[in-house]
Structure formats: structure tokens, C-alpha cells
């Protein structure tokens, strides 16, 4: 009747009654998985435990929170997965029933979005929808005849973006954040412009990672799923040396949440406009082209694997390309 199934470091049990919906949970260790479904299952056999919770009364909501709970948490990069669900189960969409939900109600989401972010972020929440039923569907038991997300076109994402940082622009955002009260903020985005890391890769940074005497920064795991180096430059090693060391052993100790207020309210200061953080990674890596590096050396300092994704990085300013054509 228990069926036992391990997904990253989390053990899954799944519990089938004929004619009802599994009855899942998911814990860290199978021992609590089999102890935990032993006493499900003599609690069913003695009658104590009559119907599992039908999921015709399921909202979208539910399912949402459960894949957020069970899938989401497993994943590397779940926290921002996790933020892009919390948005999607405050809209109305989230209360519709399973067994009511259409794809008109998935086209009408669509459109409300497109008014409101970008078409690649309305792609991301819409494919999370998509997993989240098909999972409900395929492992939860969950009857629906079809995945309506599936029905829907979605949004034809806008080309990759080429905002660069003028000089006057990159002086203006330095000087607004340190007005900041968080006074690791122009060390972060000086840092995310001389070495070009990822947002959540510098925000998981810790100290202990750092290496200043050999200038190099450990990435235990990025985005692409392995470690690696970033050499550090002269300008990031004397920033770095003159950073205070928080008790959390973090470079800086700041969360996305806080992160993403700091971000905005530092560009409102000066009226920098259509510039997004991500933007310095573009920044920093258009950079290192214009400093002389190959394709090779940069792809190791970014940890690109696709080399052809550095196109969309290099915009080289026309105006340096001709001083050095003579």
C-alpha cells in the first residue's frame, strides 16, 4: 500500500486507498517514512482513518503549496522558486478549484501578467503552473483529465537584454548606494561589475570561500551545477580587505527580499531607469571582452558552459571597438 520514493535528499512515501487520493508526506530520513506509514496504515485498517481528503476540493492554491513544499525545496536555486510560487497563490487564480480550472482561466492570468512583468517571467510562471498539475496528476493521483496550462500559448519571451552601464550612470549608482543604510551595498554591486557572479552566488559567498592572498573566490555550487574560481581583481581584493566581517561568516549578509528593495530605492535616488541588477553580470562580462579576454578566459571567469550564450552577454560599445581599429 506504501510506496517509498527518494527525490535529492528527501524520502517521499505515498499511501493508495482504492477509490480515494494518495495520502502523501515527505521526511528527511525513509526510517520516519516507514514508521510514518505503518501507523497510516494500521490506522486505516482499524477503521480509524475512513476517506483520504478528495482532491475535487483541491484548490490550485494547495497544489501550488504542496509542489512548493515537496519539489520546490529540493532544487538548487528553490528560493527563488519558492518567491515566484508565493506570487502566483496571491492571485485570484490560486483559489480556483482543480476540478473548475480552464483554460480560459489560464489565458486570463497570462494577460493580467504581461500588463504587469516582463514575457519571460510570465513564461517561468506559467511553466511553474504546468509542472505543479502535471505532477498532482502523474504522482499524486489527483484526477484531471489534461493539463490546461498546456492548451494556453504562452508569451513569446523578448529578446536578451543589452542594458550597459554609462560612466556617468556607473558614478551616480556608486554614490546612491552609499547613501544606503546597508552599508554593504556598493561593495556588493562594485564587486558584481569587477567579477561578474551572480547575484545568489555572491549572496551565498562566505568568508570562508575567500582567498586573498591567492585572489580567488570559491563557488562551492552555482546555477549550472558545479564549483568554480573567480579571480579576483586588484580593486575587488582592496574593496574585500576593507569589508567587515559579519557573525554569519556571510561576505554580505543580505537577503533577496532586502536586496531587491536596496536595488530599487538606490536607482530611484538618481533616476537611473530599465536597469536591473543581473544587468551588472552583462556589464562586468562585456568588460572583460573589452579588456582583451578570449571567449575561454571569460567563459571560466562567468562560468558560461554554452559558449554561444556570451553573444547575448557581449555588446561591444561601437565607439571602443573603433579606437582600437587605429
Known amino acids: 500500500m506504501a510506496a517509498f520514493r527518494k527525490r535529492k535528499d528527501k524520502w517521499h512515501v505515498q499511501i493508495r486507498k482504492s477509490g480515494t487520493a494518495p495520502l502523501t508526506k515527505t521526511f528527511t530520513h525513509k526510517k520516519d517514512a516507514q514508521q510514518w506509514a505503518n501507523e497510516i496504515e494500521r490506522k486505516i485498517d482499524q477503521g480509524l482513518i475512513l476517506e483520504l481528503s478528495h ?4 484548490t490550485l492554491s494547495q497544489i501550488l503549496e504542496r509542489y512548493k513544499n515537496e519539489i520546490t525545496i529540493t532544487k538548487r536555486g528553490g528560493h527563488i522558486e519558492a518567491y515566484r510560487l508565493a506570487k502566483i497563490m496571491r492571485d485570484r487564480i490560486a483559489e480556483i478549484k482543480l476540478s473548475q480550472l480552464s483554460a480560459m482561466h489560464i489565458a486570463d492570468y497570462r494577460d493580467r501578467r504581461l500588463k504587469q512583468v516582463s514575457a519571460c517571467s510570465v513564461v517561468k510562471e506559467m511553466t511553474l503552473i504546468s509542472l505543479s498539475l502535471d505532477i498532482a496528476r502523474k504522482e499524486w ?4 483529465r489534461s493539463n490546461v496550462v498546456r492548451d494556453v500559448k504562452k508569451p513569446q519571451p523578448e529578446r ?3 542594458r550597459r552601464l554609462s560612466s556617468e550612470e556607473h558614478t551616480l549608482l556608486l554614490r546612491s548606494c552609499s547613501k544606503s543604510s546597508n552599508h554593504w551595498l556598493t561593495a556588493l554591486v562594485t564587486i558584481a561589475i569587477e567579477t561578474g557572479m ?3 552566488e555572491m549572496l551565498s559567498l562566505s568568508w570562508e570561500d575567500v582567498d586573498l592572498d591567492l585572489r580567488v573566490a570559491h563557488l562551492n555550487m552555482t546555477k549550472n551545477g558545479s564549483s568554480r574560481n573567480v579571480p579576483l581583481s586588484s580593486e575587488a581584493i582592496t574593496l574585500l580587505r576593507s569589508l ?3 557573525i554569519s561568516g556571510y561576505v554580505f549578509p543580505i537577503t533577496f527580499a532586502s536586496l531587491r528593495g536596496l536595488w530599487n530605492r538606490a536607482c530611484k535616488r538618481i533616476g537611473i531607469t530599465d536597469l536591473h541588477f543581473h544587468d551588472l553580470r552583462h556589464e562586468a562580462t562585456s568588460r572583460f571582452f573589452e579588456k582583451g579576454l578570449n571567449v575561454i578566459e571569460v567563459a571560466t571567469i562567468t562560468g558560461h558552459k554554452d559558449l554561444r550564450m556570451l553573444q547575448r ?8 571597438l573603433a579606437k582600437k581599429l587605429g
Open 141 to 144: 493521483g489527483v484526477p484531471m
Open 313 to 320: 552577454y557581449t555588446h561591444l560599445r561601437a565607439e571602443d
Open 55 to 58: 482532491p475535487d476540493y483541491e
Open 160 to 162: 536578451g537584454r543589452d
Open 244 to 246: 567587515p566581517h559579519d
Open 198 to 200: 551572480r547575484r545568489g
